[in-house]
């Protein structure tokens, strides 16, 4: 059984976060068999970290990058004409024809991608930074990989009960 989120646990790993993303971050946590808390912290500090802390489901500046029309979508940053095709194929959805079902379909195209990626394998492992190349790839900077460090440790923190709620 997959490792549940309340919306205050999530507001004390990520002060900044909708109290609403607990709900797609559950989905997300049982579609991909998030059952540790180890592995559910490295799951919600990754999507806290690409998307602003879940508050934008696509790069702000996305329209007028090089990849448009495939830019970051999602909590998980879908880019690529590759990454769309594939996530469309495996959630029979038609993202190249039409790239913003993959923000309406967030929840799903974010637990496929992790599953695609295995990147419970760097959860399991508390591989944080490893986790940040395979999903930021060039993006993935100092700051960003500084901050999923953070956020895992919070997370940790938080989900094994260790720190309580107050964060």
């Not at 970051?72 to 039409?98: S, V």
Request: aromatic share 6%; proline share 5%.
């Amino acid at each position: 059984m997959a490792v549940s989120l309340t919306p205050s646990q999530l507001k004390a790993i990520c002060p900044e976060a909708p109290a609403s993303a607990a709900l797609s971050l559950n989905a997300i946590l049982a579609r991909t068999g998030s059952i540790t808390h180890l592995r559910a912290a490295m799951l919600v500090a990754q999507l806290a970290a690409a998307s602003e802390r879940f508050r934008l489901l696509e790069e702000p500046d996305g329209p007028h990058r090089p990849s448009a029309p495939f830019y970051g979508r999602g909590w998980i940053r879908l880019t690529g004409r590759r990454g769309y095709r594939e996530a469309g194929a495996a959630l029979d959805l038609d993202l190249l024809r039409t790239p913003d079902l993959a923000r309406r379909h967030n929840t799903e195209v974010t637990a496929w991608f992790w599953n695609a990626h295995r990147l419970h394998a760097f959860s399991d492992v508390g591989d944080v930074d490893g986790c940040t190349r395979a999903i930021a790839g060039a993006e993935a900077s100092p700051e960003r990989l500084a901050l999923g460090r953070a956020l895992y440790e919070r997370a940790c923190g938080v989900l094994s009960g260790a720190h309580g709620l107050a964060a």
